[in-house]
């Protein structure tokens, strides 16, 4: 059995920049996530969050780490280059994690108007493979 690291991108976005709005969609990606993969947080080797210059109320990283078992996982937040067409209040992640079968489908969840940045996904009924990762 040969291990790999692999990816799983996800995208979403908030209904304004406030903490509540923002904790409410990052649950929602996040619980997604770990839903449809078969995602062992252990394995995780580090999440990146990027956010749209519209948001700054709250580090999505940080309502990550208050997930169980998310305490040890390396996350990072950074802003995502501001391109003027681009969605608003969007957050983006990407996370890396080892995997014993590098085989496995993966499901990259674009939830709410992030939809539109990978509308090929989003038929994702369970599980997709694209190699896309």
Avoid: K
């Amino acid at each position: 059995m040969a291990w790999r690291v692999r990816a799983i991108r996800g995208a979403t976005t908030a209904s304004e920049n406030s903490i509540v709005a923002i904790e409410a969609v990052v649950n929602e990606l996040l619980d997604a996530l770990e839903a449809h993969n078969q995602l062992i947080i252990d394995e995780i080797v580090s999440v990146t969050f990027s956010v749209t210059q519209d948001l700054n109320a709250i580090f999505p990283a940080s309502i990550a780490r208050r997930r169980p078992h998310w305490d040890n996982v390396p996350l990072l937040d950074v802003q995502q280059m501001h391109v003027e067409s681009d969605l608003e209040y969007c957050i983006r992640c990407l996370i890396h994690f080892n995997t014993p079968n590098p085989d496995a489908p993966i499901y990259h969840p674009y939830l709410r108007q992030a939809e539109v940045l990978r509308p090929d996904w989003i038929a994702q009924p369970a599980l997709s493979s694209q190699g896309n990762n």
